[in-house]
T-cell receptor, first 114, second 109 residues
Framework: DTGVSQDPRHKITKRGQNVTFRCDPISEHNRLYWYRQTLGQGPEFLTYFQNEAQLEKSRLLSDRFSAERPKGSFSTLEIQRTEQGDSAMYLC????????????FGAGSRLTVL | GQNIDQPTEMTATEGAIVQINCTYQTSGFNGLFWYQQHAGEAPTFLSYNVLDGLEEKGRFSSFLSRSKGYSYLLLKELQMKDSASYLCAVRAGSYQLTFGKGTKLSVIP
């Protein structure tokens, strides 16, 4: 069990560019979540997958954001036409559907939009 | 919607005990979680309460009162490495968690 992996760890981009983040969850976890965290704030929920199905999306997820989990394993989060307000840490988490359904987080992908 | 409140910052002395409070307002409550987050790192799971009462896990304990919408995290025998942000999170209805803004704890010698 290597934990939840996220790539890249850091991304600096210019406003208007597209960026994509990848998340590899813990292998036996069928639930996958994306959160966004800015400095001094708690993580904010963006979206959630169960297997390949995207079951819930936050109102924070504007039409510039899209997430996929095509085979029910890894997931990608794409941000199109980035804005400076998109600068944040993008956290991925996964969980196993039993007991407390504890979310295990990855180390995050930090995005800086210039 | 959900509302979660916790103090922004706290300071405590090495070896002491500190209590971090969390109040919440939600419908469809289905569990309360505490996470620890060191600067620049991922949140890591500390505790889970779904029924009223105290859950103890080593130096860390968490308490829940569902009728009062209240929880606390108790840290005993504080160590310098406990300096971190502590996040209170509530699950209501679905599987995702709603987090508070976090309490930044500074442990001083």
């Amino acid at each position: 069990d290597t934990g939840v992996s996220q790539d890249p760890r850091h991304k600096i981009t210019k406003r208007g560019q597209n960026v994509t983040f990848r998340c590899d969850p813990i292998s036996e976890h069928n639930r996958l979540y994306w959160y966004r965290q800015t400095l001094g704030q708690g993580p904010e929920f963006l979206t959630y997958f169960q297997n390949e199905a995207q079951l819930e999306k936050s109102r924070l997820l504007s039409d510039r954001f899209s997430a996929e989990r095509p085979k029910g394993s890894f997931s990608t989060l794409e941000i199109q036409r980035t804005e400076q307000g998109d600068s944040a840490m993008y956290l991925c988490a996964s969980s196993y559907p039993s007991g407390a359904n504890v979310l295990t987080f990855g180390a995050g992908s930090r995005l800086t939009v210039l | 919607g959900q509302n979660i409140d916790q103090p922004t910052e706290m300071t405590a002395t090495e070896g002491a005990i500190v209590q971090i409070n969390c109040t919440y307002q939600t419908s469809g409550f289905n569990g309360l979680f505490w996470y620890q987050q060191h600067a620049g790192e991922a949140p890591t799971f500390l505790s889970y309460n779904v029924l009223d009462g105290l859950e103890e896990k080593g130096r860390f304990s968490s308490f829940l009162s569902r009728s009062k919408g209240y929880s606390y995290l108790l840290l005993k025998e504080l160590q310098m490495k406990d300096s971190a942000s502590y996040l209170c999170a509530v699950r209501a209805g679905s599987y995702q968690l709603t987090f508070g803004k976090g309490t930044k704890l500074s442990v001083i010698p």
